[in-house]
């Protein structure tokens, strides 16, 4: 009797190679969609960023106080330091909140102290994001 070559694979390994594929690629799946998932992140980080330096810039481009003179110079000495509507010096922000965007909310809040007002602006943003910045001005 000759013994003829056989090629080809047996059921038993078609399984195996089934099996094995398989579960790779059920672990690559899970990395790509927990990659996906993240891949909104920083473009909702740049806008939260985005937004709150808008809104920064347009306080610190005021005047530090209502009795300010225009230019800032004399700095103010009587100043009062109290926020009103007409929204033309750095106080009348404070408590200032807003929307300028689906799911995004910007507030400010400010304090005194030494003639040094701290401006905060924290910006809420989808998915839990809290993005916070500060910045200090001064009575010159």
Excluded: W
């Excluded at 399984?15 to 790509?32: E, G, K, N, R, T």
């Excluded at 927990?34 to 330096?53: F, L, T």
Aim: charged share 20%.
């Amino acid at each position: 009797l000759s013994h003829r070559s056989q090629y080809g694979v047996t059921l038993i390994e078609l399984i195996v190679f089934m099996v094995v594929v398989s579960i790779s690629l059920a672990a690559v799946l899970q990395v790509y969609q927990a990659s996906v998932k993240r891949s909104v992140d920083p473009v909702i980080y740049h806008r939260a960023i985005h937004m709150g330096q808008g809104l920064i810039e347009k306080i610190m481009a005021l005047k530090y106080d209502e009795q300010t003179p225009t230019g800032g110079v004399p700095a103010c000495l009587a100043c009062d330091n109290q926020p009103d509507a007409n929204m033309n010096d750095v106080d009348d922000y404070a408590g200032f909140t807003d929307s300028p965007d689906t799911g995004y909310t910007r507030r400010v809040s400010i304090t005194t102290l030494n003639n040094i007002k701290t401006v905060r602006v924290e910006v809420e943003a989808p998915q839990g994001v809290v993005i916070r910045l500060a910045v200090e001005r001064a009575n010159f």
